[in-house]
């Protein structure tokens, strides 16, 4: 879900929490067409269920952990259960260390042109009234219209990504990656990232403007139905029913998006290919090199990275680890 990274770059700019969010879990609202179509993604799709697996290869050992970003009770059970593995681990990778956090705040500070237009604003890209209803998503953020009108494209489209409930306070902490890198930091056990930050943002900075723009436009939904999407995510999450909930994302982008649904599952499809498929398989040689080095490793990232024939569960199967699902 990139929530950390998310959540950091919106607490750059916005200044405090906002209400608490109370959104109701959409998969029940699926209609008959939309159930047939996520029951054939979902039909033989390796490793769709589960967040914590084990992948063991020539006596060593890969306890792989499917996180969520943000702060919420009901991780208390899955960080204690899984305490004692990440402090008898020798190494903890992450998608992102409080380095790596520290990091893209200096580069933000010395670099302000990464998230800025230099040559127009968003006003002048959008139409009157597409730009009216950006500025009424954008200020119920607590974002002036007037911040965001030269900020770029696929930058707004994250913000927008997190409804207007949403805490940001719990977005930058908290959250199970946080709490496993503090508990193997007090075990001293070593940390380091899957990847550098910059290759988080390319699949966003690398997009044409026009694609920036659409993916905009397709995050552009009613406050509700942006709540309500973030809970049913949520919802996927805590039921381990990891491959349900992205393929639950996409079919709710499509209901809802203003765009055209063609379009918005062609923005979904780019953004599964780039921010899902191209880092998981760029992680495997990074995963097998620490395992081949130490005993025992815990590799923590978003859930969604985990299952199907791409996810970085089954693209350790063919690299020979074995895999077994685990109480999460």
Not at 92 to 102: A, R, S, V
Request: with cysteine; aromatic share 6%; proline share 5%.
């Amino acid at each position: 879900m990139l929530i950390r990274v998310l959540s950091f770059l919106c607490l750059a700019i916005l200044a405090g929490p906002v209400a608490a969010c109370n959104g109701s879990d959409l998969r029940a609202t699926l209609d008959a067409d939309e159930k047939a179509h996520l029951a054939d993604q979902l039909d033989g799709m390796p490793f769709a269920i589960g967040n914590h697996w084990r992948a063991t290869r020539e006596g060593k050992t890969v306890h792989l952990v499917g996180t969520m970003h943000l702060a919420d009770q009901r991780l208390d059970g899955p960080v204690d259960r899984l305490r004692d593995i990440v402090r008898n681990a020798d190494l903890l990778l992450l998608e992102m260390t409080n380095k790596d956090e520290q990091a893209m705040q200096a580069r933000l500070t010395s670099d302000p042109d990464f998230l800025l237009l230099s040559d127009t604003t968003l006003p002048e890209l959008l139409s009157e009234d597409d730009w009216a209803q950006m500025s009424d998503a954008l200020s119920a953020r607590g974002l002036p219209p007037f911040m965001a009108a030269r900020f770029q494209p696929w930058y707004v489209s994250m913000l927008l990504a997190i409804p207007p409930c949403a805490d940001l306070d719990d977005l930058s902490s908290g959250g199970m990656d946080a709490q496993l890198e503090s508990i193997a930091e007090g075990a001293g056990v070593r940390r380091a990232a899957l990847e550098d930050v910059e290759t988080i943002f390319s699949a966003f900075t690398d997009q044409p403007r026009d694609m920036q723009i659409d993916m905009m436009l397709s995050a552009l939904v009613d406050s509700q139905v942006s709540e309500d999407m973030f809970e049913t995510l949520l919802a996927g999450y805590f039921d381990e029913a990891t491959a349900e909930g992205w393929a639950v994302s996409a079919l709710l982008a499509q209901r809802y998006s203003p765009i055209e649904p063609e379009a918005a599952a062609d923005i979904f499809e780019i953004i599964e290919q780039q921010l899902l498929f191209d880092r998981n398989e760029a992680w495997i040689p990074v995963i097998s090199d620490a395992s081949n080095e130490h005993n025992a490793i815990v590799v923590a990232f978003g859930a969604a990275h985990l299952p199907g024939e791409k996810g970085v569960l089954a693209l350790l199967e063919a690299e020979g680890f074995a895999i077994e699902r685990l109480p999460f």
